[in-house]
Nanobody
Framework: QVQLVESGGGLVQAGGSLRLSCAAS????????LGWYRQAPGKQRELVAA???????NYADSVKGRFTISRDNAKNTVYLQMNSLKPEDTAVYYC??????????????WGQGTQVTVSS
């Protein structure tokens, strides 16, 4: 079993910052890509940022220059530093981990989500 536990969400005023964390635990052989997604009410879940095992990053256009994704492989943890937050960033944020099994099969796991609310 693998668990992803997110933390760091909350309520912040526009222009403020938050840092999300997501720690993976359990039977982990190898972690490939880690990512953050978000889902606002009435909208589809969308990719916010992702980081590969090699450190390459990818961001949604709406967050480029404001959000930074990073990972600590020793701690099996991914972070999302969110600066200059806007009300439109309000959503439930989910982390996703692509994990390799010993048999080289890739599985994806999701966290339970953490609420981020940005007030205007």
């Amino acid at each position: 079993q693998v668990q992803l536990v997110e933390s760091g969400g909350g309520l912040v005023q526009a222009g403020g910052s938050l840092r999300l964390s997501c720690a993976a635990s359990g039977r982990i052989f190898a972690i490939d890509t880690l990512g953050w997604y978000r889902q606002a009410p009435g909208k589809q879940r969308e990719l916010v940022a992702a980081i590969t095992s090699g450190g390459s990053t990818n961001y949604a256009d709406s967050v480029k220059g404001r959000f930074t994704i990073s990972r600590d492989n020793a701690k099996n943890t991914v972070y999302l530093q969110m600066n200059s937050l806007k009300p439109e960033d309000t959503a439930v944020y989910y982390c996703k981990a692509d994990l390799w099994s010993p048999g080289r099969v890739k599985y994806d796991y999701w966290g339970q989500g953490t609420q981020v609310t940005v007030s205007s």
